[in-house]
């Protein structure tokens, strides 16, 4: 509400009305297309937050590291660019390739850690002998699941945010969030 504040605040600086342009309404008429890609959006923001807060409660639940999770959401940049090539024709270039090659690799080191270690798995069966709740799939699904929500909601801004449709990207994050 703040933020909304000192925007009409600089509006009526700038033009002389006190009002944020939320981009809903462009000269006098309700724009049904952004009025529903503002709600897409806003709902793919709640399904980011509950994705990855769902995420970690399995991985939590699972007895498993979550930094294996939070690696597997690394490779969002690489859906990203890839989405982008397939969306909006931009090339990937060969530091996209070395950079998910780079990934894959630490995410495999990262969860085969009880392979190359055994003594890690002696540790932990020491320490804990209660099994886990939940399977290590479901965690590991979701950690595949929200980098695919990830890119969906970062292809929605960058939809949002071009000329003919006209959000500001400051508008669209912070009244996502209201």
């Known amino acids: 509400m703040i933020f909304n504040l000192i925007e009409a605040y600089r509006n009526k600086q700038e033009v002389g009305i006190f009002w944020n342009n939320q981009n809903l309404i462009v000269y006098g008429k309700l724009r049904w297309r952004n009025v529903f890609g503002f709600i897409g959006f806003c709902g793919l923001y709640f399904i980011v937050q509950n994705g990855v807060l769902l995420t970690i409660y399995f991985a939590v639940e699972a007895d498993l590291n979550a930094g294996v999770i939070t690696t597997i959401w690394s490779v969002t940049p690489f859906f990203c660019a890839f989405a ?95």
Request: proline share 6%; hydrophobic share 50%; with cysteine.
């Open 84 to 178: 982008d090539y397939l969306l909006f024709n931009e090339r990937l270039r060969i530091h996209h390739f070395i950079g998910i090659s780079c990934i894959v690799l630490c995410t495999l080191l990262l969860s085969l850690i009880k392979v190359i270690d055994p003594e890690i798995v002696l540790e932990a069966i020491a320490l804990d002998s209660a099994p886990s709740l939940i399977p290590t799939y479901i965690p590991v699904l979701m950690g595949i699941f929200v980098p695919v929500v990830f890119t969906i909601w970062g292809m929605t801004i960058k939809h949002l945010t071009q000329e003919r449709i006209g959000f500001k990207p400051s508008n669209l994050g912070f009244n996502s969030c209201l």
